[in-house]
């Protein structure tokens, strides 16, 4: 799938850094990101939540998609893939809000275990976690797939974090989805295509 110059795990690496990153903006999370930061005005907690919070949720998805993709025949699993990225291509389009349940509220617990708690369980669920499934059953890599989703978020919710509200107000968000969607087909493609 990738060029003899990127090494064989590289591949799952790139490839999931670059779909969560794009699948990430506009994502309810990164709004809530973006509420945190409004919230407490400490990045550095906010980030470091943000971080262990994905480390954990992604690492448990890419362990789900791992396990899904010893549990069926390769020939199932290709058409399963290829049905969630279709699925994800179409959710991507649609676009996120946060419900005002979610938003953080005043409490004892401090920036990073709201950060923590909250982006935790807002995540379950998400596009990003359930891209990271479909990519971890698709390349057969935890760890791989795992930091690359990893990173992939940070890439799109640091600057949200550092940035707030100005940054979000001048990202043309309609052309970001449509982007997300067109990386999620082309995964379904290819997946068609090596068939």
């Given amino acids: 799938m990738f060029p003899d110059i990127v090494p064989d795990f590289a591949g799952p690496f790139l490839a999931t850094t670059g779909v969560v990153a794009i699948a990430e903006i506009g994502d309810k999370t990164q709004l809530?990101?973006?509420?945190?930061?409004?919230?407490?005005?400490?990045?550095?907690?906010?980030?470091?939540?943000?971080?262990?919070?994905?480390?954990?949720?992604h690492l448990a998805a890419a362990a789900l998609g791992v396990?899904?993709?010893?549990?069926?025949?390769?020939?199932?699993?290709?058409?399963?893939?290829?049905?969630?990225?279709?699925a994800m291509a179409v959710w991507t389009l649609i676009?996120?809000?946060?419900?005002?349940?979610?938003?953080?509220?005043?409490?004892?617990?401090?920036?990073?275990?709201?950060?923590?708690?909250?982006?935790?369980?807002?995540?379950?669920?998400?596009?990003?976690?359930?891209?990271?499934?479909?990519?971890?059953?698709r390349f057969d890599a935890v760890l791989m797939v795992?930091?690359?989703?990893?990173?992939?978020?940070?890439?799109?919710?640091?600057?949200?974090?550092?940035?707030?509200?100005?940054?979000?107000?001048r990202l043309p968000l309609a052309p970001v989805r449509y982007i997300a969607a067109a990386a999620f087909t082309l995964l379904a493609l290819v997946l068609l295509l090596a068939g």
């Fill in 146 to 169: 795992t930091l690359g989703s990893t990173l992939g978020l940070m890439l799109a919710n640091v600057p949200v974090v550092f940035l707030g509200e100005a940054l979000m107000r």
């Fill in 67 to 86: 396990w899904i993709e010893g549990l069926l025949e390769p020939r199932v699993l290709r058409w399963v893939l290829i049905a969630s990225f279709i």
């Fill in 95 to 137: 676009p996120d809000k946060l419900d005002d349940d979610a938003a953080p509220k005043a409490g004892r617990w401090g920036a990073f275990l709201t950060t923590l708690v909250l982006f935790f369980l807002a995540e379950i669920g998400d596009k990003t976690q359930l891209a990271t499934t479909a990519l971890a059953a």
């Fill in 32 to 57: 809530l990101s973006l509420l945190l930061a409004a919230r407490f005005k400490k990045p550095w907690p906010i980030l470091a939540g943000i971080l262990v919070a994905t480390i954990a949720n």
